[in-house]
């Protein structure tokens, strides 16, 4: 069982480093879009793996269906610019790399691995009928929400409101001055002014 | 999975995916490609924020409650950038930010 589990992880994680390596390196952006969909999808798998069924959901609907349709519309929109034939890293992108490298392999992974972490000692189920759950479930999220983060669940909804008025007035900046949204009475008024001019 | 699978090796995966993405917000010289790579970073978070929860205390639900709130934050993140995106393209015809440069000294 223990063997299963691990081989199912090395491939979801070898998916997960795969797809975020081809996002990074591939020259066409829409195929790196793709890849990043991969990854997510990856991640999402991992999470089910870790037993977090509703994160990994939640990673489904937001990254996969939404975050990446997003993307997707950025990249359309701004079309004939993204295209194969020019280099997509800038000159000195092996500082980045050096950055990166550097990061993973002399400070987080020794880090991680030195550290000692006193991780909690498996419970014994000793009677399955009526067993003590082992993992928090979507009940115990749920009333976390409505309890102990009720404030930050609705500061999150009022940042989302704040990001969808923001990216609506960054968008149609330049158009508000040429749209003038009219009031029913005013657009009514407008309506019997040209009618009055058919008339004549 | 706890016995299975210690936790070093998805904190090393968490680190894998989180330094890729790094190398791909300094790099690339799109700006979606670069949203792409915060996007795989916060990801990387979130990997670990559930990795933490699930090994060190699987009873609380502080750590799927952190880990939804950095999506939704991502999500926010994700919209603003794309639409800043979109309008630095109205302006200048270009998404390369090595050409935006009008704040330059």
Redesign the interface.
């Known amino acids: 069982?223990?063997?299963v589990?691990?081989i199912l992880?090395m491939l979801i994680?070898a998916l997960?480093?795969i797809a975020?390596?081809m996002?990074?390196s591939v020259k066409n952006?829409i195929h790196?879009?793709l890849w990043?969909f991969t990854?997510?999808f990856a991640?999402g798998a991992?999470?089910l793996?870790?037993?977090?069924e509703?994160?990994a959901v939640?990673?489904v609907l937001?990254?996969v269906g939404?975050?990446s349709i997003?993307?997707l519309?950025?990249?359309m929109?701004?079309r004939h610019?993204?295209g194969e034939g020019?280099?997509?890293?800038?000159s000195?992108?092996w500082?980045?790399?050096i950055?990166?490298?550097t990061?993973?392999g002399a400070i987080?992974?020794p880090t991680?691995?030195k550290q000692k972490?006193?991780?909690?000692a498996?419970t014994v189920v000793t009677e399955p009928q009526n067993a003590e759950?082992?993992?928090?479930g979507v009940a115990?999220?749920g009333?976390?929400?409505m309890r102990e983060?009720l404030l930050?669940f609705e500061v999150?909804s009022l940042?989302?409101l704040?990001?969808?008025i923001?990216?609506?007035v960054?968008?149609f900046?330049?158009r508000t001055e040429r749209r003038v949204i009219l009031t029913l009475a005013e657009s009514w008024a407008l309506r019997q002014k040209e009618s009055a001019k058919v008339d004549q | 999975?706890?016995?299975?699978?210690p936790?070093?090796?998805?904190?090393?995966?968490a680190?894998?995916?989180?330094?890729?993405?790094?190398?791909?917000a300094?790099?690339?010289?799109?700006a979606?490609?670069i949203?792409?790579?915060i996007?795989?970073m916060l990801?990387a978070i979130?990997?670990n924020l559930?990795?933490f929860?699930?090994?060190?205390?699987?009873?609380?639900?502080?750590?799927?409650?952190f880990?939804?709130?950095i999506?939704?934050?991502?999500?926010?993140?994700?919209?603003?950038g794309?639409?800043?995106?979109?309008?630095v393209?109205?302006a200048w015809?270009?998404?390369?930010l090595?050409t935006v440069d009008a704040l330059k000294g």
């Open positions: 069982m223990e063997i589990v691990q992880f994680s997960i480093i975020a390596l996002v990074v952006i790196a879009a990043l990854s997510f991640v991992l999470y793996l870790l037993e977090a509703f994160v939640i990673q937001v990254y939404a975050v997003l993307v519309f950025a990249i929109l701004t610019v993204t020019q280099n997509q890293l800038y000195r992108w500082l980045g790399l950055l990166a490298l990061l993973f987080i992974v991680v691995f972490w006193n991780i909690p498996p759950p082992v993992v928090a115990d999220i009333k976390a929400f983060y930050p999150a940042v989302l704040v990001a969808l923001g990216a609506i960054v968008v900046e330049e | 999975m706890i016995e299975a699978v936790l070093e090796w998805i904190l090393t995966v680190a894998a995916l989180f330094c890729i993405g790094l190398f791909g300094l790099s690339r010289r799109n979606v490609g949203l792409m790579g996007e795989l990801n979130n990997l559930v990795a929860w699930r090994y060190l205390s699987p009873l609380s639900s502080t750590g799927p409650v880990s939804l709130l999506i939704t934050i991502a999500a926010a993140e994700a919209a603003v794309l639409a800043m995106v979109i309008a393209y109205r015809q270009t998404v390369n090595d």
